[in-house]
C-alpha cells in the first residue's frame, strides 16, 4: 500500500494530478503534483510541513510544498519532488507504481 501524507500518520485521500518530467540523459528529474481540494484543506488544516510519500520501501519527502488561495480561501496544494540522480528516479516510480496500483490511476505520456 502506498500512501501521501501532508501530516505524518494522517492519508490524503485526494488523488492528485502528476506530471513528470526528465532529463534526457537521465540524470534528473520532477514531479510536480497537484491536488484540487484536498481533505486536508477542506479541513481547515493548513499545519503542512512538507509531502511525504510512504510505501513497504520507506519514505520520500519533499517540503516544497504551496498552497494555493482564491479569495482568501485554500483551494488547492502543489508540491514537487526533485530526483537528482537514477536511484532517486527508480524509487520514486515505483512508489508511483504502487501508488497506481493502490489508487487507480492510469499513465498517459504527452
Known amino acids: 500500500m ?15 494530478d502528476v506530471r513528470l518530467t ?18 486536508i484543506v477542506q479541513e ?4 503542512i510541513t512538507g509531502m511525504y510519500m510512504v510505501d513497504e520501501e520507506g519514505e520520500i519527502v519533499t517540503r516544497d510544498v504551496n498552497a494555493k488561495f482564491i479569495n482568501g480561501q485554500p483551494v488547492a496544494i502543489e ?5 537528482r540522480s537514477p536511484q532517486e528516479w527508480d ?10 496500483a493502490s489508487h ?3 499513465f498517459q505520456k504527452s
Request: aromatic share 14%.
Open 104 to 106: 487507480g490511476l492510469g
Open 22 to 39: 526528465r532529463a534526457r540523459d537521465g540524470s534528473s528529474g520532477q514531479a510536480m503534483f497537484y491536488f484540487d481540494k484536498p481533505k
Open 44 to 47: 481547515g488544516n493548513l499545519e
Open 91 to 100: 524509487r520514486f516510480i515505483r512508489f508511483m507504481d504502487r501508488y497506481a
Open 79 to 83: 508540491a514537487t519532488y526533485t530526483m
Open 2 to 16: 502506498a500512501e501521501i501524507q501532508f501530516i505524518r500518520g494522517v492519508d490524503e485521500e485526494v488523488v492528485p
